[in-house]
């Protein structure tokens, strides 16, 4: 990121005439610099989607008064606007969830050090222990919860820890980096538009367990990861970023894994930066990426 503090500003409303005119008027007014802006409208649903990028410093006010004046015009333009306003000055806190695959985990932590991924990463949690040494290596706390396989007791009561040690953290995203639990429908509403999975298929196709065996019975030509928002419905929230890998005949499903978890590891780190970054706009069960 630039070294000057900056606002994002994002809206999802119903399109009509004068939405990027009344947007700009209001920041050409209060002074404000747009250094970025994106603009996209979907024919099908005539909804129009913006992210503009400001220059704190060229504002009077700060970032609450922005969001007050901003949220009037944003329901001036539309009563069923979605909006929001970020401060990119603040570090934005992260909770990874883990189970006993660690190359995601590994990934996000090495681009983490290195600064390329500039996150406050304040807890790992993993329902197995195999990845704690790594954790506390990088100074970042782990915590084991058990999840009891056939004890739904047990496994509510898991999922109720769960919840307690993320939700402490206050996190802008928390992130399922090959966590193989199904996340409780009443979490993943508590955590919509924050809680981001990374799916070892190209969704829509293999949904569900041992998709990489699922592709070698299919002799798919074509491997891939999807990275996408957690609901109740598994493995079907909106997609946020996707991408392939070519397979043969002889690929054996070791070799499919073997391929894919370089896949799943890039796809997971440009869908977290993009969700850092304000740059996802969700309408319906669609994703726009500006």
């Known amino acids: 990121m630039p070294n000057e503090r900056r606002y994002v500003i994002r809206l999802g409303c119903p399109d009509r005439t004068g939405i990027v005119a009344r947007i700009s008027g209001f920041l050409a007014d209060a002074g404000g610099w747009i250094v970025e802006a994106a603009y996209h409208t979907d024919p099908e649903t005539n909804w129009f989607f913006t992210r ?24 001036e333009l539309s009563p069923a606007a979605d909006w929001s306003v970020t401060d990119m ?13 660690g190359h995601c ?3 996000l932590l090495g681009r983490v050090h290195s600064g390329e991924l500039d996150v406050d990463v304040r807890a790992v949690v993993g329902n197995h222990a195999d990845l704690a040494s790594i954790t506390r290596a990088h100074g970042i706390p782990f915590h084991h919860v058990a999840f009891p396989a056939a004890d739904p007791e047990g496994k509510a009561a898991a ?35 924050r809680a981001i999975n990374i799916h070892h298929s190209f969704l829509p196709s293999f ?45 054996s499903v070791a070799d499919m894994v073997r391929k894919g978890r370089d896949i799943e590891k890039v796809v997971l780190a440009r869908g977290l930066r993009a969700h850092l970054e304000g740059r996802i706009l969700v309408h319906g069960n669609k994703t726009v990426v500006l």
């Open 52 to 75: 503009q990028v400001v220059r704190a410093d060229s504002l009077p006010f700060e970032v609450d008064e922005l969001r007050e004046r901003f949220g009037r015009v944003a329901r």
């Open 159 to 193: 999922f109720a820890q769960l919840r307690q040690l993320v939700d402490a953290s206050t996190p802008d995203a928390i992130v399922l980096a090959r966590f193989m639990q199904v996340l409780p429908a009443e979490l993943c509403a508590d955590w919509t538009g």
């Open 207 to 251: 949904v569900g367990a041992r998709p990489y065996h699922q592709a070698h019975k299919r002799g798919v030509k074509l491997i891939g990861a999807t990275s996408h928002y957690v609901t109740a419905e598994l493995d079907q929230g909106p997609i946020i970023e996707q991408d392939v890998i070519r397979v043969g005949h002889a690929d």
């Open 105 to 107: 985990l590994y990934d």
């Open 89 to 101: 000055g603040v570090r934005r806190r992260v909770v990874i969830l883990v189970s006993k695959e």
